[in-house]
Structures are given as C-alpha cells and as structure tokens.
C-alpha cells in the first residue's frame, strides 16, 4: 500500500484526486425526506473541504446478514467523493454522530481504478495490434466475389 | 502359514512404500496436488482452474455478493483455496471483499447467509 511514496506529496500539489466510496446504512423506518436532508448535509460538508460528489446511489432497503442495533433490515446509500483524507474524516465524523445511520464503511478506489485502466490499456492495445492485418484479406476478396 | 507370508510381504512392501508415500516436497498439480489436504486425500486432485482467471473478471468488488457468495461455505467461513481452486492474488481480493462485505452486513460473519 505505502510503495508509493512520494505518491502522496504529488498529490499535495496536485490537488487531491484521491476517489473513495462511502456506504453507508440508515435505519429502515426513516422517512425519505430525512434521508434527502441527511445525503444534502453530506453534499455541503464535501464541497466544504474541496471536494466533489460523484454519485450517490440509493440501493433500497435490504435484510441485513446480521442483527445490528435491533435492525434486521436497512436503507443501503453509497456516496462516491472525490478529495483528500481530511474529507473522509470528516465524513465518518458525521456519519458517527447522526443517530439514524448504523453503520458504514469507506473504500479508497483510486487505486484500483488505476489498476483496472491498465489492464483495460493493454487489453487495447493488444486487440489493436492484433486487429489490422486480418480485414486487408477479406476487403480483397469481397469485391472479386461480387463482381 | 499363508497368512504369515502375506503378512511378512506385506510388511517389506510396507516400508519402501511408506518412504515413497511421504516425501518432503512432492511437486503436485497446478491447482491442488498437494498431499493430505481436505482430510487425508493423496496425490492428484483433477486439475481445478481459477474461475477469475478463467473468465477474466479483474475486479472483485464487495458489493457483488452472488460472486462472493460461491466462496464462502454454509457456515459463512471463506472456503480455502485448495479446495475452489482459485489462484493466490484472487484469493487474497476475494478474501478482502468478503471482509468489507460482511462489516457492511451484506454478508454473515458465521451462520447461514438470510
């Protein structure tokens, strides 16, 4: 994880563009205007500290694997910010605090996203390098066949 | 007199077998060769594949529990490798988001999975 370094004192500078996904869980008998209130607050804490939304996804009410809090089911939300550490402190900070959430998890995705998109460029470049030589035939013999 | 051959034979056979049977480092299958696994089996389990690897699925993500679900036993334990056949770095992902899934409750820390 800390093999790179100087990774972070770049990023200092580059601004931060660390990318994380935050899930969380409400409390099922929340109404759906708490719920909006709750994700706006979220929104305004992120923008405070420079960051951005990228997407927030409600994934319904599902039965949890196990009993926490007395709850046996959940509002599932995943919140996907963009922004530096700092932002995700203080996120859980909040998250900690209001009563009606019950649990949470913060996954950093920047990394494995850079990852995926190496993979994806060199499947690319594979297919490329690959591609070319087979349609010079086929475009070849199409129009001897048809004329 | 015909038991005692048998059973002298038997015991000669015995002991360059025994020596056979267990080497150090027998070098096994691919997948699971190695001996004394899953409760005493011997020698060549068929060959099994890494399903990731099969299908070329890159990234094992803990919100996709149907996936996570094929690797982890009735009693919500994180099956073994030897015996799914799942190669080391996707076993070590699989095994990560199996723990991310069951703190956020989408998967059981033990007992049957709702």
């Known amino acids: 994880m800390y093999t790179d370094l100087f990774g972070d004192l770049r990023e200092m500078e580059n601004?931060?563009?660390?990318?994380?996904?935050?899930?969380?869980?409400?409390?099922?008998d929340m109404p759906e205007e708490?719920?909006?209130?709750?994700?706006?607050?979220l929104e305004t804490a992120v923008a405070a500290s420079s960051g951005s939304v990228k997407s927030v996804e409600r994934m319904g009410k599902r039965r949890l694997a196990y009993t926490v809090r007395k709850f046996h089911d959940g509002i599932y939300v995943l919140l996907t910010v963009e922004g530096g550490g700092g932002l995700i402190h203080e996120l859980e900070r909040r998250l900690r605090v209001t009563e009606p959430v019950i649990k949470f998890l913060t996954v950093r995705i920047d990394e494995e996203q850079k990852r995926l998109d190496k993979i994806k460029a060199i499947k690319d470049a594979k297919r490329k390098a690959a591609a070319p030589p087979p349609p010079v035939e086929p475009a070849g013999e199409a129009p001897a066949a048809t004329a | 007199m015909a038991d005692e051959t048998r059973s002298e034979s038997s015991s000669g056979g015995d002991r360059p077998d025994r020596s056979e049977?267990?080497?150090?480092?027998?070098?096994?299958?691919?997948?699971?060769?190695r001996e004394g696994g899953g409760g005493g089996r011997k020698y060549f389990r068929r060959k099994k594949v890494c399903k990731f690897c099969v299908e070329k699925i890159e990234a094992i993500n803990y919100?996709?529990?149907r996936l996570l679900a094929q690797f982890v036993a009735e009693s919500g334990r994180i099956?073994?490798?030897?015996?799914?056949?799942?190669?080391?770095?996707?076993q070590r992902r699989?095994?990560?988001?199996?723990?991310?899934a069951r703190n956020i409750a989408l998967l059981p820390f033990s007992g049957r999975a709702a």
Do not use: W
């Open chain 1, 15 to 28: 601004g931060m563009n660390r990318t994380y996904e935050l899930m969380f869980i409400v409390r099922p």
């Open chain 1, 34 to 41: 708490e719920q909006d209130k709750l994700i706006s607050t």
């Open chain 2, 21 to 33: 049977r267990r080497p150090p480092s027998r070098p096994g299958g691919p997948g699971g060769g």
């Open chain 2, 63 to 65: 919100k996709d529990i």
């Open chain 2, 79 to 90: 099956v073994p490798r030897r015996l799914t056949g799942v190669c080391t770095p996707h």
């Open chain 2, 94 to 100: 699989l095994s990560l988001a199996i723990k991310q």
